[in-house]
C-alpha cells in the first residue's frame, strides 16, 4: 500500500515537473519516463514487452504509411498473434493436459494491461492507412502507448485524440483542476466503496461474490438479483476506475475519452453498446463491425456481423467459454432489437410514448442484466444450473440468497437510479432559478411560499452549492478523509491475536 | 520617511486581516461542514440499529442438504446462533448461556439438556465429555450424542438412565478433565465417563502452536489483559464517540472484512515444528487420560475415550457435499491432525487402553454424514451413540466401590 502510493507521488512529481518544462521533446520525455517508471512497477520484463511493442508498432507504422495492404496485414497480425499468445495460448495449454505444458503455460504472466495498448497499436495502424492521422514522432508514439493513466485498463485511446494534446503547450486551469478532482473522489467512490460494498456485502457473506461462489441450488428470484447485483457491481468497478482515469488525466489538462455514460437508463440494447465501455465498445464497432458490413450489403450478414464482433467483443476478456457466450449472447441481442424493430414498423404497433419508453427501459434492463450470469458464472455448468433456475417457473417458489442481499442490492440499484434521475431533475432546476434570476420573474426567496417555489428554492440551493463548492466540499472530504484514516489505522493497529476461530465449532 | 512605514503597517495589517478571515471563514466552514455530516451520520446510525441485525451470517452449515425437509431445521439454526452466548466458568474458561428454544435448550450451569434423561438417586449416572461435537453442534436436543445414548442406554439398563452433557464447544481434553474433576469435587460421581476428546486438543494446538492451553488462548488472554483495548487520548476518544466517526468505521470494517479472509495464525506462521507439536499434543492428551483413570479408581466408576473420526480418515465413500467439506480442510491443520492420529494410534497402548477409535465407523455408510470436516448430522450422532453404548455394554462398568474394591453387584444390564 505505501509503496504504491510512493508510486504515485513519484509520478505525480515527475508529471508536475514536466509540465514546467518549456521545450516540448523535453516535456514529452519526462512524460514518457513518468509512465515508464509507473508501469516498471509491475516487472522489468513487462515493460520491456511495453518499449518492444512500441518501438516495433512504431516501425511498422512507418511501413503501413505507404498505404501497400500487405504491410497493414503485417502489422495486424503481428498484433494480434502476439496477444493471443499471452491471452488465449496459457488456458488452452492449460487445457491440454500434459503437466509439461501446463507448467509452460502457468509460466506465462500476460503483461500489465497488453489488451489496452495493443489495440491503441491496432487502430494507430487501421487510421493511418485509411486516413492521415497525423505524423508522431517516436517519443510520442512510445507516450501514446504507455501514457499511465491508461495504460492498465484503458480506455483505449486514438492517436489523433491524444497527439495534439501532447503536443500543446500546458496551461494550468483551475476549472480543470476543479474537474479532475471531482471526477477523482466520484471514481473513488464508486470503485472503493460501492462495487466492494455490492462484492462483500453488507454483512459478511452477503454479497455479490458468495452469491456466485459459495451458493448453490440458487431460487429464479436469486438468479436475477445475482445477476443485477454483478452488473452493477462491475459498473461501478470499470466506470469508478475509468473516472479516476480521467480524472487524473484532466487535472494535468488531457482530455480522454468517456468511457460509460450512464448505460443503466438505455432503452435499447444499441444504445447500452454505446454507452458501456465506451472506448472498446467503438473500437470493436469502427474496427471490426463496419468494415465486416461493409463487406456485403444484405440484411443477414449484418447480423452476421453483429453477432462476429459481439463474440469477440466477449472474446477479448479472456479465453472462457462463458465469456464467448456472453458475448454471442449480447450479439443475439442486438440482432433480436433490429429484428424487433423491423417487425414494429411492418406490423406498425402503436404504443403511448411514456408506455413504451417505460417498456423498452425495462426490457433492455433485464436483458442486459441476465447477460451478466454469463460473463460471472465461473463455469459452464454453474451458468446452466443458473440459466435453469431463472427460466424455471417453480424455482421462484424458494430463495437461498440472504435477506440482507436482497436489501443491500434493492437499495443500491435504487439509491442509483434516484441519484440519477434526482441530478438531472436539480440540474434542470438550477438551470431555472438561473433564468428566473436573471429576468426576475419569479420568486427566488430561500423559503418556498407556493409549491410553484419549490423548484425556484431547491434550485437556488443547488446553485450556490455548486458555485462555492470547494469551500463546503474540501472541508467535508477533509474530515471525511482524516476519520477514515484515523478508523483505518485503530482497527489495523489492534492487537494481532489468533483469530477467534471457536465459532467455526 | 514615517508615513511610508505607516503605510506598510497598514498593508500588513491588511493582508493578515485577510488571512484571518480566510482562515476563519475555512475553519467555521469545516465545523458546520463536519456538524451537518455528523448530523446525517448520527440520523444513518439510528436507522441501521432499527433495521433488523443483519450482521451475522447464515451458518454455512444449514445449507446442509441433510436438512432440506426438515420442519426443525431453521428453527434449530435460529436457535443455534442465538444460543452461541458464551459466560465466564470457573477453571474451564467458558461455558454456554443459559438458554430455552425449542430445539436447543441449555440449563443454568450451562449444560444441554438431554432429553428423557432421568437423573435421580439410584439412576445409572452417565457424564459424557467432548467439544462441540459431543454438545451437538448440526442437531437439535433429541438428536445429540449423548441424546441417542441417552435412548440406547435406557433400552438396555434395567435402571432409570441419566446422561449428563458437559460437551462444550472448542473444549479440549483437559478442560473436559477439570469438568469431571469439579462434579467428583461437588459430589456428583458418574456410573460411567465417556470422552469424545482429541479434535479441540489439535485445534488449539493447531491455533497456537503449543498444547497447554486451551483454544482461542491469544484472544481471552488480550481481553483479560486489556491488550485489545489500547488507551487512547482523549481527542481521539472524544472523535470515536461521534456518529460520523462510527458510521465510517463501520463502513471500512465491513468492506476489510469482506475483501479476504484475515491470515490465520498458525503453529506454521508461528514456526513451530509439526513433529514436536504432534507428540506434545499426544503427551497431553494420553496424560489427562492418566489422571482419568487414577480418577475413576478413587472414585470407582467407569470411563471410555473416544477418539472423533474425521472427514479425511477412515473409507467411506464421500458424496459430493463431503468432498467439498473434505477439500476446504485448512492444509496446515490436516498435516497436523494426520501426524497426532498417526502418534496417537501408536502410542495410546501403554497409557491409556480405554480409548476407542471412530475413524472407520462410517465406511459402509453412503448418505450424506459430514457437516463439515468434524461434525456429524443426527445420522451420525447416532451412529457414534450406538457404538458408544456397545463399547459401555461390552466393558461392562468396573465392579469397583467408592474405595476401590469390588462391590459385588451383579451390574446395571437388562438380562434378556
Known sequence: MISTIVLIVVVLALWAGAWQIESLRGRQLLLLLGSYVFYFWFGGTMLAMLVASSLVNFRLGRLVRTLRLEFLWLAVGLNIVLIAAFKYLPPILDAAGSPSQADLARRIVIPVGMSFWTFQALSYHIDTYLEDVGQPSLLEFCLYMAFWPTVISGPVCRLPEMLPQFRRTPQFSRQDLSDGVLQIIQGVCMKFYLAQLLASGWSRGAGVTAGFDATVGWGGLDVWLLAVGYGFQLFFDFAGYSLMVIGVARVFGIRLPQNFNRPYLSLTPAIFWTRWHMSLSFWIRDYVFRPLSAMRRDKWWLYVSLLIAMTLFGLWHGARWTFMLWGIYQGLLLVGHRMGQRAKKWASIQVPPALGACLAWATTFAFVSLGYVFFRASSLAQLGTMLEAALTPSSYRHVVLPQAYYQLTITVVAGYFLVAGGSALLRSWRARYRAADKSRVASTSLIPLTWADVPYTAGATVDFLATSLWWWLAPALVTLGGLAALATYIQSARIATTPFIYTLF | ?416
Not at chain 2, 221 to 239: G, H, K
Not at chain 2, 334 to 348: K, N
Not at chain 2, 387 to 414: L, N, T, Y
Open chain 2, 1 to 416: 520617511m514615517h508615513r511610508s512605514v505607516s503605510k506598510e503597517d497598514t498593508t500588513r495589517r491588511g493582508t493578515l486581516a485577510r488571512c484571518y478571515k480566510v482562515i476563519a471563514i475555512v475553519l467555521l466552514n469545516a465545523a458546520i461542514v463536519t456538524a451537518c455530516l455528523n448530523a446525517v451520520a448520527a440520523a444513518v446510525v439510528l436507522l441501521l440499529r432499527l433495521s433488523p441485525d443483519t450482521s451475522e451470517p447464515p451458518d454455512a452449515r444449514s445449507r446442509s442438504s441433510y436438512y432440506a425437509g426438515k420442519a426443525w431445521a431453521s428453527q434449530y439454526w435460529k436457535e443455534f446462533a442465538e444460543s452461541r452466548r458464551e459466560q465466564y466458568h470457573a477453571f474451564t474458561v467458558w461455558r454456554r448461556a443459559p438458554f430455552k428454544g425449542e430445539t436447543v435448550n441449555i440449563d443454568a450451569r450451562g449444560i444441554r439438556v438431554t432429553p428423557g434423561a432421568a437423573c435421580g438417586p439410584g439412576s445409572f449416572t452417565v457424564f459424557v465429555f467432548g467439544s462441540s461435537h459431543m454438545w451437538g453442534t448440526g442437531a437439535p436436543d433429541w438428536a445429540t450424542i449423548p441424546a441417542y445414548l441417552q435412548e440406547r442406554l435406557a433400552g438396555l439398563i434395567s435402571r432409570p438412565v441419566c446422561v449428563v452433557n458437559f460437551g462444550q464447544s472448542g473444549y479440549t481434553s483437559t478442560q473436559s478433565l477439570i469438568t469431571l474433576t469439579l462434579e467428583l469435587q461437588a459430589g456428583h460421581r458418574p456410573d460411567v465417563a465417556v470422552f469424545l476428546d482429541g479434535a479441540g486438543d489439535i485445534y488449539a494446538a493447531y491455533q497456537s502452536g503449543r498444547v497447554d492451553v486451551h483454544m482461542n488462548f491469544e484472544t481471552t488472554s488480550a481481553r483479560m489483559e486489556r491488550r485489545d483495548l489500547p488507551t487512547r487520548p482523549l481527542i481521539v476518544q472524544t472523535i470515536e464517540a461521534t456518529s460520523l466517526f462510527r458510521l465510517v468505521s463501520d463502513q471500512i470494517g465491513r468492506l476489510s472484512a469482506g475483501t479476504a479472509d484475515p491470515e490465520l495464525v498458525t503453529y506454521e506462521s508461528l514456526k513451530v515444528d509439526r513433529g514436536p507439536l504432534a507428540t506434545a499434543v499426544v503427551d497431553a492428551f494420553l496424560g489427562n487420560c492418566k489422571m482419568v483413570d487414577a480418577l475413576a479408581k478413587q472414585y470407582g466408576f467407569a470411563y471410555y475415550y473416544f477418539w472423533p473420526p474425521h472427514i479425511s480418515k477412515g473409507s467411506k465413500t464421500l458424496t459430493d457435499e463431503e468432498q467439498t467439506e473434505k477439500a476446504a480442510v485448512a492444509p496446515a491443520f490436516q498435516r497436523l491432525l494426520d501426524t497426532t492420529y498417526q502418534a496417537v494410534e501408536t502410542r495410546h497402548s501403554g497409557t491409556c487402553r480405554s480409548i476407542f477409535f471412530l475413524d472407520h465407523l462410517f465406511d459402509r455408510e453412503t448418505s450424506l454424514i459430514w457437516l463439515d470436516d468434524v461434525h456429524t448430522t443426527p445420522v451420525g450422532n447416532r451412529m457414534i451413540a450406538e457404538k458408544m453404548a456397545q463399547v459401555v455394554q461390552d466393558h461392562e462398568p468396573p465392579r469397583v466401590g467408592r474405595s476401590g474394591e469390588d462391590d459385588g453387584s451383579a451390574g446395571p444390564w437388562r438380562i434378556p
